[in-house]
């Protein structure tokens, strides 16, 4: 029997994705049917990759579904759950596509081309509010200061001038500064 057969439970059905609150309307239609349950199209797949953001959690859980021999995932930290938005403007999902289409994409590749985020604000942005929220002063500092030495970031620098006011009032030790 193939593994998706007409009783088998879908991904907007609440009884496997009852954790999902969203796309509620989308419960209505009907995920019986043979394209209906996304992860089991990937049997016949040579390679299927999944991207997401781990930190959103719903998309997350999703992604698990997924888990397959011939599945790569990618996991895009910190970039938040519009990614596809994210990838346009990172100039990389057309990219992406293409090699995924030819059979070119592998982790290597996807890693040399994911170095562009070192230049997107968003992900900057998403980064150091993660170094924040883990109360990881030292290292917030390290990110802006690499950032606008590089970048013209005017929230960065001036998250690190609080940060180096913070640093002098001793509420934590500066990382050195680089030797010019």
Known sequence: MPPCWPSSPKPLDPRVTEWDNRFRDFRRLDFTSRYGYAPDMLDAAAKA??????????????????????????????????????????????????????????????????????????????????????????LATLLCRNTVARLNAPRIQRRLEMLEKAAEEGKFRAPPRAAD
């Open 49 to 138: 990759f999944v991207l997401c953001d781990p930190a959103e959690r719903m998309d997350a859980m999703h992604a698990a579904l997924f888990t397959r021999s011939n599945v790569t995932k990618f996991r895009l930290r910190q970039m938040g759950d519009a990614l596809q938005t994210e990838l346009l403007d990172l100039g990389l999902l057309y990219t992406l596509i293409e090699e995924a289409a030819a059979g070119t994409l592998d982790v290597q590749r996807f890693a040399t081309h994911f170095r562009a985020r070192r230049n997107h604000p968003a992900y900057l942005r998403n980064l150091l509010t993660e170094l924040d929220a883990q109360s990881r002063p030292y």
